[in-house]
């Protein structure tokens, strides 16, 4: 079996896109999103924090005084669900549409049908266990392991810096150390998820050249597609012989209804075709050498005048194709040909200085 040492070629890398093989880092949508909920809880979620403020200040001045029923908990939670309704599904929607975009970018809008569908092996144990403790199982652990250290490390340093700030929060109003509590989880999402980025490219990075390893073809492997894509040297030469043939079959049952047959006198043969009405001769047939002798042959077998006349051999043979009528230049050598034709069949007089061909 030979090495695959062979970068893929397109056709196969589309191929294998057809099958659900792209590069895509589920890393760089998680990196994505943590930032993107960090920018938008800075954005709308200052409005969320408004509305929670006002729930927690409304329950605590109400509450004491306020008779506890259905009717005053239904006013109190639907008008704080319209006070986070907007903000919340803006969130919603921005998480959604930020991992809807990461994830078409990386695949470029594939939709692989293929991979659509439930498979049972998936449901098989061992098949499970074999995934976990295999080389690659083993590495996707390390990896996972990375990651976490890598995420726990830039936690703990923001954690350490602002250390003597968290401790300072008893020292404010309850809604200021909220509001100061907020801002640093705000921060310290924007650091972990700057930091996740990093790792996110690198992981994309793996992840390409995880799937253009696997892709990798063998140099039998490229010839054996590029036959496929090209056609088979052989079989395409045995269409090409098998056509030429047909063609021949077909132009060689056209020769039965030739008016006269113009030779060279042996290496070429012409059939041509005059009919009243006929803006000029067409030629039916044409080849040399044993094509020729079969054009003659035909001819004689339908009483089919064959005329020898060298130069109108050539200059119809080389320069008209079949089913074309002849050339104006040879207007005058066919017109002699076939005036000689018509007078053997004795349809019209020919003029004296008209030469007579020599018949074969």
């Known amino acids: 079996m030979s090495d695959k040492t062979e970068a893929p070629t397109s056709h196969r890398l589309e191929e294998a896109r057809e099958e659900g093989q792209v590069v895509r880092s589920q890393e760089l949508i998680s990196a994505v999103v943590i930032l993107m909920s960090a920018f938008l809880l800075r954005g709308p979620g200052k409005q969320l924090a408004v509305a929670f403020q006002g729930l927690v200040t409304n329950v605590i001045v109400e509450l004491p005084g306020a008779e506890l029923s259905v009717e005053w908990l239904r006013k109190t939670v639907f008008s704080f669900g319209l006070q986070i309704f907007a903000p919340f599904m803006l969130i919603l929607v921005g998480l959604l549409a930020a991992g809807v975009i990461v994830t078409l970018g990386q695949t470029q809008f594939l939709w692989a049908s293929k991979k659509i569908?439930?498979?049972?092996?998936?449901?098989?144990?061992?098949?499970?266990?074999?995934?976990?403790?295999?080389?690659?199982?083993?590495?996707?652990?390390?990896?996972?392991?990375?990651?976490?250290?890598?995420?726990?490390?830039?936690?703990?340093?923001?954690?350490?810096?602002?250390?003597?700030?968290?401790?300072?929060?008893?020292?404010?109003?309850?809604?200021?150390?909220?509001?100061?509590?907020?801002?640093?989880?705000?921060?310290?999402?924007?650091?972990?998820?700057?930091?996740?980025?990093?790792?996110?490219?690198?992981?994309?990075?793996?992840?390409?050249?995880?799937?253009?390893?696997?892709?990798r073809m063998s140099k039998d492997d490229i010839k054996q597609e590029h036959k496929r894509s090209e056609g088979d040297p052989m079989l395409k030469g045995r269409m090409r012989s098998l056509q030429r043939q047909m063609a021949r079959g077909r132009m060689m049952s056209n020769v039965s209804k030739a008016t006269v047959v113009v030779t060279n006198p042996t290496h070429l043969a012409i059939a041509i075709e005059y009919q009243e009405g006929m803006k000029a001769p067409k030629v039916l047939a044409k080849g040399p050498y044993r094509v020729a002798e079969r054009i003659v042959k035909i001819a004689k077998e339908n009483n089919i005048p064959v005329v020898q006349n060298i130069p109108l051999a050539r200059g119809i043979y080389y320069t008209i194709e079949i089913g074309q009528e002849i050339s104006s230049d040879l207007y005058l050598a066919m017109a002699e040909v076939l005036a000689y034709v018509y007078k053997l069949r004795g349809k019209s007089t020919v003029s004296s200085r008209i030469p007579t061909p020599q018949t074969t």
Not at 182 to 211: H, K, N, P, T
Request: aromatic residues 22%.
């Open 117 to 215: 569908g439930f498979d049972f092996k998936r449901l098989n144990p061992l098949d499970g266990f074999k995934r976990i403790f295999s080389s690659h199982g083993l590495f996707e652990l390390l990896r996972s392991l990375l990651k976490l250290s890598w995420v726990s490390w830039a936690a703990y340093g923001f954690l350490r810096s602002r250390f003597f700030e968290m401790i300072s929060f008893n020292q404010f109003d309850f809604y200021i150390a909220v509001s100061k509590f907020a801002e640093m989880c705000i921060s310290l999402a924007m650091r972990v998820g700057s930091m996740y980025l990093v790792l996110a490219v690198a992981d994309y990075a793996y992840q390409r050249w995880d799937l253009y390893k696997n892709l």
